[in-house]
Each structure stands twice: as C-alpha cells, then as structure tokens.
C-alpha cells in the first residue's frame, strides 16, 4: 500500500473514533434515570431550571447539571443525648428522634445549606426551651405534651426548607445519678406504703366478712333456736292436750262406770282410802289436811264393818269393833299410815 494512502485512511479512523466517544458521551450526559422516591434538581447555566421526577429524563449536554439527588422517602434522624436544665435546676440528658419528609426538593436545595444539620440544631434548641419550663417531674410525666410542642414548632420553621416534620419522639429522659437514687428510694417508699394500704384493706376486708359470717352464724343459730323451741313448745303443747283429753275421757268413763254402776256410800269410802296414801306422797309435804267428807265416810265404813264383817279392803289396816274406840258420835276412824299432822 502507498504511504500517502495510509496517512488518510489513519486519520479517518482516528476522527470515527473520537466523533463515536463523543456520541457516547453526549447521549450520557443527557439521558437521565431517576430512580423511585428520589428527586433531581437541574440547573441550566448556573441557574434553577427543572426537578426531574422518577423514570426517563433527558437533559441539554454541557448546559444542564444534575445536582445530587434527594431522597423523598420519610426519614428517621437520632440526635445525641443533649443536657437539658429543667425549672428547678436540675440537668437532665434527652435523647430525641425526629421523623422528616423532602417534600420540595428545590426549596430543600436552595433555601438550606444543609437541612439535616439545620434540623438537628433546631431540635435541640426547641427541646431545651420546652423542657426549660418545666420541672423534672413535669418532665418525666409530660412526654406526649413536650413530643407535641417540638413538632410544632419544628414543623413550622421547617416548611420553608421544603421540610415536613411528622413526629418528634424522647427516646429517654435520664436525671442525674443523685436524683436517680432518691428517686428509687421515693419510689420504693411509696410501694410500701401502697403494700401496707393494701395489706390493710384486706384485713379490713377479710375482718368484715368474718364479722359478717359470725352474724349470719348466730342469726341461723338463733333461727334454729327458735324453731326449736317453737317445735319443743307445739309437742308440749300437744303433749298436755292429748294428756287432758286422756284424762278427761279416763273422768267421763270413772263417771259413767259410777253413775251407771249406781255406787253407795261403801264403795265411796273405799275410794277415799285409796286416795288417802297419795295425799301424803312427797318429801317436801310437812302437812296434810283431811277433808270432813272423809271422816263421814270412814264412819260409814267402820259401820257396815261392824255389822256384816264384810271383806277386807287391801291397802287398809284390818280392826275389830272391839279395837275401835268409839267417840259420842260413833266409831272413830282407823289409824292412817302416812306423815305425823303437825
């Protein structure tokens, strides 16, 4: 091959392979793949321009610049424990976490230098503003009041940033070493006050019921003793009526058998000497009276003796006319076993 052939076909070679890098490089520059959750911000000569969004974007080669792209996805940032002077003087360390969205990408680019610092510094400064008001009890107490705040007020400062706080959360709240202890030692104190309230209670309860159960006890008891003597009194009761009505019938049958065996005054005078002994029964009987009735019986009696010599009556003394002695009225009674008359 002739050298002046060589020379031309070299540098069309050269002038294909740099007019090819260039393409490469041009269709580069200006094809752009946003991916999901992410924002681009584009500046045309120095100046904003556009925001790209998510998929496809094209872009002018040499004249726009894509600047670094920004998450859109809400985000959690843990701040470092902060000290934090409460009301009464007391320093406590707070640690915070903050949930933020980008909702403007352009206003978090151009408004912020650095939003995420931002964000932090003015936490930090809120909390202590917040908590400062407060004393420590306060402050241990009133986490849902102090996380409401914070939001606020970050919320607020941060809506020209393009910057949406959602939640701001205390993850702890730890007082110093000191108070810590006398805070256990309140807190263990109370416990035992409760315990012994408790404890009290239910010795006042269990004493209740015991008090009660003793009263419903002899209630029931007392309800069974009177039942019982209620029962005891009915069968006495019954008991006396049937025994009346037993002894009035055994008098209405002595009655009639007397009236319709048509007694004399024999068999009367035999009666009284069988009721004679059970006058003088009992130990407690000093003295006994003889009704005149009897007398007048018994001097019929010795009569009909002296006449017939009837049969003798058991359970009375046998005598003779001859061992009677007799009185101006007639004969006198027989002798009567039983307790000396006083």
Request: charged letters at 20%.
């Amino acid at each position: 091959m002739n050298p002046d052939q060589i020379i031309p076909t070299t540098i069309g070679w050269v002038l294909a392979v740099a007019v090819f890098i260039f393409v490469v490089i041009v269709i580069t520059r200006a094809v752009r793949i946003i991916p999901q959750a992410t924002a681009g911000v584009v500046e045309r000569l120095g100046r904003y321009h556009k925001t790209l969004t998510p998929g496809l974007n094209l872009l002018v080669p040499f004249v726009d610049r894509l600047r670094p792209l920004l998450d859109m996805r809400e985000q959690v940032v843990t701040f470092a424990p902060q000290p934090v002077i409460t009301e009464d003087n007391l320093v406590v360390s707070i640690d915070t976490v903050v949930y933020f969205q980008v909702t403007d990408a352009r206003a978090a680019t151009y408004e912020i230098a650095n939003y995420l610092g931002a964000v932090e510094q003015l936490t930090i400064t809120t909390l202590r503003n917040v908590v400062g008001g407060l004393n420590l009890e306060e402050a241990l107490t009133s986490r849902d009041n102090i996380n409401g705040q914070l939001r606020v007020v970050l919320d607020e400062a941060t809506g020209k940033w393009g910057i949406r706080v959602s939640r701001v959360e205390l993850k702890s709240i730890d007082p110093p070493h000191s108070i810590q202890d006398s805070m256990e030692k309140q807190m263990r104190a109370e416990r035992d006050r409760r315990a012994a309230i408790l404890t009290a209670e239910g010795s006042k309860q269990s004493q209740i019921l015991e008090a009660e159960g003793r009263r419903q006890a002899a209630i029931l008891q007392a309800e069974g003793d009177k039942q019982a003597l209620i029962l005891q009194a009915e069968g006495e009761k019954q008991a006396q009526v049937l025994r009346a009505d037993g002894e009035g019938q055994a008098i209405q049958t002595v009655f009639n058998a007397i009236h319709l065996g048509n007694a004399d005054d024999k068999l009367l005078a035999y009666q009284y000497l069988q009721t004679l002994p059970k006058i003088s029964e009992g130990a407690s009987n000093k003295l006994w009276i003889i009704p005149g009735e009897f007398t007048d019986a018994l001097k019929g009696l010795a009569g009909s003796f002296s006449a017939g010599r009837g049969p003798v009556i058991p359970g009375t003394p046998t005598h003779t006319p001859a061992e009677s002695s007799t009185a101006p009225d007639g004969p006198a009674a027989p002798p009567v076993t039983g307790p000396t008359p006083v």
